[in-house]
C-alpha cells in the first residue's frame, strides 16, 4: 500500500494549487482520508479530511472557505484544492489514509512541499 503525493510548489499569496495523493496496492472504500501539513519545529497539523463513503468534510478553522477537499473514486484519488494561498498556508503536506485513531492514520504518503511567497 503506497500513497503518492504530488501537486506542490512555490507560488504567490493569492494563488491556487491543488494537490492529489494517489493510493496504490489495494483500493480504499470505506475509508477516511485526509489532509496534515507540517513546518519545521512544528508538530503535524491536521488540515481536512473525506469520508470516502458518505463524503462528509471537516476542515481545520484557518482553511475553511479557502480550501476543498474531494475524491475520485475511480482513480483511488484525494485531492486538495487551495485557493487564496497565505504564507502561512506554507509547509510540507502529507495525505494520510485508513483513520485507526482520532488523528492517526495507518497509511502516509511521503510529503509535497507548498510554498507560498508574500
Known amino acids: 500500500v503506497q500513497l503518492q503525493a504530488s501537486g506542490g510548489g512555490l507560488v504567490q499569496a493569492g494563488d491556487s494549487l491543488r494537490l492529489s495523493c494517489a493510493a496504490s496496492g489495494r483500493a480504499f472504500s470505506n475509508d477516511v482520508k485526509a489532509w496534515f501539513r507540517q513546518t519545521p519545529g512544528k508538530e503535524r497539523e491536521f488540515v481536512a479530511s473525506i469520508d470516502w463513503r458518505s463524503l462528509t468534510t471537516i476542515y481545520t478553522d484557518s482553511v475553511k472557505g479557502r480550501f476543498t477537499i474531494s475524491r475520485d473514486n475511480a482513480k483511488n484519488t484525494v485531492y486538495l484544492q487551495m485557493n487564496s494561498l497565505k504564507s502561512e498556508d506554507t509547509a510540507v503536506y502529507y495525505c494520510?489514509?485508513?483513520?485507526?485513531?482520532?488523528?492517526?492514520?495507518?497509511?502516509w504518503g511521503q510529503g509535497t512541499q507548498v510554498t507560498v511567497s508574500s
Open positions: 494520510a489514509a485508513q483513520r485507526v485513531g482520532p488523528g492517526i492514520y495507518k497509511y
